[in-house]
């Protein structure tokens, strides 16, 4: 099970950027992926989640009505859109499953998944 973020950068407070997070190893079609994050001197913190089926998404109170979280089960991918950036979003970003357990969200939103890749740093500053 391997899962790899993307797609981070350099951004201006009010800006966007949209992250992906390619999975392989197993069927991504039937499992739930989540997106957690870890500022520099902080705690993980769980930041959105989709089950299998894409109209079941969570998100964290601090990137509700910001974020959006989606998926290409074709290509193996999740995405993260994210909108309105603000500088409290600065952290490195990281998608995790629980794989083979979790086809929802059961837990919510969540940062201490089984299985979790590389992360890709966000940083929002002007």
């Known amino acids: 099970v391997q899962l790899q973020a993307s797609g981070g950068g350099l951004v201006q407070p009010g800006g966007s950027l949209r992250l992906s997070c390619v999975t392989s190893?197993?069927?991504?079609?039937?499992?739930?992926i989540g997106w957690f994050r870890q500022a520099p001197g902080k705690e993980r913190e769980g930041v959105s989640c989709?089950?299998?089926?894409?109209?079941?998404?969570y998100y964290a109170d601090s990137v509700k009505g910001r974020f959006t979280i989606s998926r290409d089960n074709a290509k193996n991918t999740v995405y993260l859109q994210m909108n309105s950036l603000k500088p409290e979003d600065t952290a490195v970003y990281y998608c995790?499953?629980?794989?083979?357990?979790?086809?929802?969200?059961?837990?919510?939103?969540?940062?201490?998944?089984?299985?979790w890749g590389q992360g890709t740093q966000v940083t929002v500053s002007s």
């Open positions: 995790g499953t629980d794989w083979p357990l979790s086809t929802h969200c059961i837990r919510g939103i969540v940062a201490d998944y089984t299985y």
């Open positions: 989709i089950s299998s089926s894409d109209d079941d998404t």
């Open positions: 190893g197993f069927t991504l079609e039937h499992y739930a």
